[in-house]
Structures are given as C-alpha cells and as structure tokens.
C-alpha cells in the first residue's frame, strides 16, 4: 500500500531481486492507495483475479476471509514453529472463526500530531483534554485564519473512535455471539459531536475536508496548512519526504481523553 506509508519501491526491489534468486520465480509487487485499495481488492474477489499476496488493513481481514478469499495460515505458522513469537494482539485482529487468515506484519499508534512552529507562533500548548484542545484551536485560528487549526475529514472514520472511546463509549459490544453497535449511547454520541463540532461549530476545520482521505490529511499537514491533525506512527517520514522543510517542525501528543489521559485502542495493524 501507499499514501501514507514512506516510499517502498526501493526496499522491494532488493525483496525481488531476492526472491527471484531463493525461487527462481519473478516477483511482482503492484503498489495500490490505501483509499482504493478496498474497492480494488472486492472486485478481484468477484472476478477471481485476486494476488498471490496482499497487505490489507485488519478491519478487512474477517470480511475477506468470509467471502473465502484468504487462504488459513496456522498450518504455515505451526510448521515455522514462530506461533509464539507473535503478538497476541495482532493474531487475535488477523484471526476469523478461530482460524489465522491475516500474518501479523506490523502495527502502530495513531497521535494527534501538531505543527510546534505553529503552535510556538500562536502561544498555545498541546492539549491533554478536550477543552485544551478547543483552546489551542482557537489560538490557532486566530493566529492563522487562512489555515486549518485541526483536520476533521469526512472520509477516513478511524479518527472518529477515539473521541467515542475518549467519551467512555464503545463503537460495538459482544453480546454473546452477537455484535451489537454502541454509537448511539449517549457517551458515543457525546464523542461524536465533539470531534465533527470541531469543524461544524468550532469552525477550526475547512469545508473542503470534509471529502479528505487519511492521504490529504497527510498531503494538507505536509504542506504546513493543517495545525493539528490524527496520524499514525508511520507518516513521519512520509511528511518529510513529502515536503523536507518540515523536518523538525511537527511532533506528537497521545489522543487526550475528555478530561485528560489517553483515549484507548488509538491504533492500527496491518496484515
């Protein structure tokens, strides 16, 4: 995958050349947007054309192993002996109907991610509540009103949980072997309206992201227009690499809980 990921064409072109000498067989790695990825990934089901090997997003683990397109893997895993070598967590987002489809490869946290030169200019801190942020926000925004104090994209619903969580509610909750959807509690909904208030009343966000994908947040931060803005443990480079100016001027805070620590389960894997 690619977008907010650092560029990898250099590192698999070594795994190919590698791979090419162990098996004799030619890799070929096809790099795809993460923001295209799962419609891509749908239609090769259907049509039957699907690749030999895929990273995926876990969220898309179950639902690929359910349409019978993934392949089980504790066989492979069993007969490497490296079962306990792995991340309990990861196994546990790559297993469905208690059986391995998604290889753990790596994972990280998501942070909500500032501009320090912006912040520094502005006078404000970075937040460790809800109500520090909307003060950094509005600091921001009054320092820079051409510029976005925080992101709030309309299309990348990972930021939205942890605001849920943050709140004390949950986005689903097992109730025997049933999912039961927990967005309509009131702590959810309080989560909720906090973050999209951000951009609807606050006004601290832009109309144009509410169509911003996980790649324009990054686009848009890179270029020294976004304030603050939720990104995961793995677009540092990629920031620097889009714009090298900006080495040395952003840094990163946990996720704040509404009256301060750290909202829960900000994270990510990748299978």
């Not at 162990?22 to 259907?46: K, M, N, P, Y």
């Not at 109907?97 to 998501?110: K, T």
């Not at 990054?218 to 620097?240: E, H, N, R, Y």
């Given at each position: 995958?690619?977008?907010?990921n650092?560029?990898a064409e250099?590192f698999?072109?070594d795994?190919?050349?590698?791979?090419?000498?162990?098996?004799?067989?030619?890799?070929?790695?096809?790099?795809?947007?993460?923001?295209?990825?799962?419609d891509?990934?749908?239609?090769?089901?259907?049509?039957?054309?699907?690749?030999?090997?895929?990273?995926?997003?876990?969220?898309w683990?179950?639902?690929?192993a359910?349409?019978g397109?993934?392949?089980?893997?504790?066989?492979?895993v069993?007969g490497?002996?490296?079962?306990?070598?792995l991340?309990?967590?990861?196994?546990e987002?790559?297993?469905y109907?208690?059986?391995?489809y998604?290889?753990?490869?790596?994972?990280?946290?998501?942070?909500?991610?500032?501009?320090?030169?912006m912040?520094?200019?502005?006078g404000v801190?970075?937040?460790?509540?809800?109500?520090e942020?909307e003060?950094?926000?509005?600091?921001l925004?009054?320092?820079?009103?051409?510029?976005?104090a925080?992101?709030?994209?309309?299309?990348?619903?990972?930021?939205?949980?942890p605001?849920?969580?943050?709140?004390g509610g949950e986005?689903?909750?097992?109730?025997?072997d049933?999912?039961t959807?927990g967005?309509?509690s009131?702590?959810?909904?309080?989560g909720i309206?906090?973050?999209?208030?951000?951009?609807?009343?606050?006004?601290?966000?832009?109309?144009?992201?509410?169509?911003?994908?996980?790649?324009?947040?990054?686009d848009?931060?890179?270029?020294?227009d976004?304030g603050?803005?939720?990104?995961?443990?793995w677009?540092?480079?990629?920031?620097?690499?889009?714009?090298?100016?900006m080495?040395?001027?952003?840094?990163?805070?946990?996720?704040?809980?509404?009256?301060?620590?750290?909202?829960?389960r900000?994270s990510?894997?990748r299978?």
């Amino acid at each position: 995958m690619q977008g907010t990921n650092p560029d990898a064409e250099d590192f698999f072109a070594d795994v190919s050349t590698a791979f090419e000498e162990q098996t004799g067989a030619t890799l070929d790695v096809e790099f795809v947007e993460w923001g295209d990825a799962h419609d891509r990934f749908v239609t090769s089901i259907a049509g039957g054309t699907t690749p030999d090997v895929a990273e995926t997003g876990t969220t898309w683990t179950p639902e690929f192993a359910d349409a019978g397109a993934l392949a089980p893997l504790d066989e492979y895993v069993d007969g490497a002996g490296i079962g306990d070598d792995l991340v309990e967590g990861l196994v546990e987002a790559g297993t469905y109907d208690e059986q391995l489809y998604g290889m753990p490869w790596y994972a990280g946290v998501r942070s909500l991610v500032y501009n320090t030169e912006m912040f520094e200019q502005a006078g404000v801190e970075p937040p460790t509540t809800w109500a520090e942020l909307e003060e950094a926000a509005a600091g921001l925004k009054e320092e820079y009103p051409d510029k976005i104090a925080v992101a709030v994209p309309g299309d990348a619903e990972f930021t939205v949980y942890p605001w849920v969580w943050g709140a004390g509610g949950e986005v689903a909750t097992l109730e025997g072997d049933t999912w039961t959807s927990g967005l309509d509690s009131p702590e959810s909904q309080e989560g909720i309206e906090f973050w999209t208030g951000l951009a609807t009343e606050g006004d601290y966000s832009s109309e144009g992201a509410t169509t911003w994908r996980e790649t324009d947040v990054l686009d848009a931060f890179a270029a020294g227009d976004v304030g603050m803005a939720v990104m995961g443990s793995w677009t540092p480079a990629a920031i620097v690499e889009a714009n090298a100016d900006m080495e040395g001027k952003f840094a990163a805070v946990p996720i704040p809980g509404k009256e301060g620590g750290i909202a829960p389960r900000s994270s990510a894997a990748r299978t």
